[in-house]
Nanobody, 122 residues
Framework: QVRLVESGGGLVQAGGSLRLSCAAS????????MAWFRQGPGKEREFVAV???????LYADAVKGRFDITRENDENTVYLLMKTVNVGDEAVYYC????????????????WGQGIQVTVSS
């Protein structure tokens, strides 16, 4: 039984910050890439950020420099620190995992959280 549970979403003002968390259970956290995707209203699901077991990271151009993805391997938790939020960041954010290297393609991820809403006020 694999579970990915997101938390930390909610309402944030443009220019503010927010930290999302994803707690993983039921899978081997070692050698597992953890990623964040998002889907805004009327949009396709898009890649946000990914981190490998060894801390390699990749970011979408839209969030590079504004978001940080980190992981705490001892507690099987991945974080997305949204340091400077724009109105375009409003979306449902999904945590995802795959038992291999990093990928930016959502269809290559096997495990998904339920999603969590981030709403941005201007």
């Amino acid at each position: 039984q694999v579970r990915l549970v997101e938390s930390g979403g909610g309402l944030v003002q443009a220019g503010g910050s927010l930290r999302l968390s994803c707690a993983a259970s039921g899978l081997s956290f070692s050698s597992t890439a953890m990623a964040w995707f998002r889907q805004g209203p009327g949009k396709e699901r898009e890649f946000v950020a990914v981190i490998s077991w060894s801390q390699r990271t990749l970011y979408a151009d839209a969030v590079k420099g504004r978001f940080d993805i980190t992981r705490e391997n001892d507690e099987n938790t991945v974080y997305l620190l949204m340091k400077t939020v724009n109105v375009g960041d409003e979306a449902v954010y999904y945590c995802a995992a795959r038992p291999s290297g990093v990928s930016t393609r959502h269809w290559e991820y096997e495990y998904w959280g339920q999603g969590i809403q981030v709403t941005v006020s201007s």
